[in-house]
C-alpha cells in the first residue's frame, strides 16, 4: 500500500506564490510519474503538472511560465512552486504518485486534496 500525503496550500492574493508539497511513501519499489491534478467547483479534474523519474516534465498551457514541477527521487517527494497566481488557479490541488511496489504491482495513488483560493 502507497500513502500520498500533501501540504502547502492556503489563501493568497492575484499575483502571489504558493508552494505545495507531496510526499509518498509505503511499499514502494521504484517510483515513476509524480504530479499535480486540480478540480475547480463544477468543473473536471484537470492535469496541472507532471515530472517522470528522468526529472522530464509536462504542464498545463495555463500554467506553463508561472508553475515549476521538481522532485526529489530519493525521498519520493515532488513539489509544485506556483508563481503569479491568478483567481483561476483557484482549486483544489490533488497529488498523484505512479510506481512499483515491492510485490511488483504496479500502482497508482491519490492524495486527499488542498485548497488553492486566490483572491483579494
Known amino acids: 500500500q502507497v500513502q500520498v500525503v500533501e501540504s502547502g496550500g492556503g489563501v493568497v492574493q492575484p499575483g502571489g506564490a504558493l508552494r505545495l508539497s507531496c510526499a509518498a511513501s509505503?511499499?514502494?519499489?521504484?517510483?515513476?510519474?509524480m504530479g499535480w491534478h486540480r478540480q475547480a467547483p463544477g468543473k473536471q479534474r484537470e492535469l496541472v503538472a507532471a515530472?517522470?523519474?528522468?526529472?522530464?516534465?509536462n504542464y498545463a498551457d495555463s500554467v506553463k511560465g508561472r508553475f515549476t514541477i521538481s522532485r526529489d527521487n530519493a525521498k519520493n517527494t515532488v513539489i509544485l512552486q506556483m508563481n503569479s497566481l491568478k483567481p483561476e488557479d483557484t482549486a483544489v490541488y490533488y497529488c498523484?504518485?505512479?510506481?512499483?511496489?515491492?510485490?511488483?504491482?504496479?500502482?497508482?495513488?491519490w492524495g486527499q486534496g488542498t485548497q488553492v483560493t486566490v483572491s483579494s
Open positions: 498523484y504518485a505512479q510506481g512499483r511496489t515491492i510485490m511488483s504491482t504496479t500502482f497508482t495513488s
Open positions: 509505503g511499499s514502494i519499489f521504484s517510483m515513476n510519474a
Open positions: 515530472i517522470t523519474s528522468g526529472a522530464g516534465t
